[in-house]
């Protein structure tokens, strides 16, 4: 077998798996929109339960997208990579809850 | 899969059939990288800021009155089969030989984005007549901050990509152009992730 034939099956494989991966991401990314709208629009939990469902098919969604779309792959990735999505999901996290956090309690003070 | 490569920035990575690219790839994609994830601080803000504003209505309509779950669901099936769409272009980047592939899977693209702003037009237009413009309330002001903000992402998307069709007839697929679709993809896939936050806590969450 010649240099570039194994070149060319080496592509192939790599082309099957990355393909797998994107229709991967996109059956899972689909269930994970089914779901909830499926109970939201049959109203099939009680208001707290559809709050929690949503919630963790929207962290698992993001998840999906991240890894098979972004190609966010810890093993594999560049160290700068993931420190920079973990310290800008860690700011998030801080201005979001703290935003939520001080208002909802000024608006029960001012109640 | 652990037989796969390490990665050398976000994103699909083109690998050694693309060595024009290999120099530059990682230092402007981590770039566009930090872009991206200030843009998120900005997105999580304004949802924040739409969860203190949910209660202030202002004796106007609230979620139950305003959002259509048809709708939704169905912009939600178009932009994430747009993601689906770019990243089979993004396969025909990287292994294709030809220009027709890569260019017809990015009109796909274009066609369901410019779907998804249509539907998404409507509902704003059906709230207007309703009486539920940004004026309305400190609860649709912060709806109109955030959900329309997300749409602009969306259709300068869709101009960028045009511009890189434009360019790929015009000078073919040079290092450049490369670049030019590594990034859109990042910006692309992150505005799904976007959608997928608006869909779950806006909509979803507001009908619950």
Not at chain 2, 36 to 59: E, K, N, P, Q
Not at chain 2, 187 to 192: A, C, E, K, Y
Request: glycine letters at 10%.
């Amino acid at each position: 077998m010649s240099a570039s034939e194994q070149d060319a099956r080496g592509n192939r494989a790599e082309y099957a798996r990355e393909l797998r991966g994107y229709l991967l991401g996109y059956g899972l990314a689909i269930v994970l929109t089914l779901v909830p709208f499926g109970l939201v629009n049959w109203a099939a939990l009680r208001q707290y339960g559809l709050y929690v469902a949503i919630g963790a098919c929207a962290l698992v969604q993001v998840i999906v997208h991240f890894r098979f779309f972004l190609h966010i792959d810890p093993p594999r990735q560049n160290v700068d990579d993931l420190h920079l999505i973990l310290f800008s999901a860690l700011l998030l996290f801080f201005m979001v809850a703290g935003t939520i956090w001080i208002l909802a309690s000024l608006a029960a003070r001012l109640a | 899969m652990s037989a796969a490569p390490p990665l050398r920035h976000p994103g699909i990575n083109l690998g050694p059939a693309h060595p024009e690219t290999e120099e530059k790839s990682a230092e402007l994609l981590f770039g566009f990288w930090v872009f991206l994830m200030s843009d998120a601080i900005i997105f999580g803000l304004l949802f924040a800021t739409y969860a203190v504003m949910l209660h202030a209505r202002a004796g106007g309509p609230g979620p139950e009155q305003l959002y259509d779950i048809k709708s939704a669901f169905i912009e939600t099936l178009a932009l994430l089969s747009s993601s689906f769409t770019y990243g089979m272009a993004s396969l025909a980047l990287k292994y294709g030989r030809r220009h027709e592939w890569l260019i017809g899977w990015l009109v796909a693209t274009m066609c369901l984005g410019g779907l998804f702003l249509r539907l998404e037009a409507q509902d704003f237009i059906s709230m207007f007549h309703e009486g539920a413009g940004p004026s309305r309330s400190g609860y649709l002001s912060s709806f109109f901050a955030l959900v329309p903000l997300h749409g602009l992402h969306v259709t300068s998307g869709i101009i960028w990509m045009l511009a890189l069709i434009l360019q790929i007839v015009r000078y073919g697929v040079d290092r450049d152009v490369k670049l030019g679709l590594l990034r859109l993809g990042l910006f692309w896939h992150f505005l799904d992730i976007v959608w997928v936050a608006i869909f779950s806590f806006i909509y979803l969450g507001g009908l619950a």
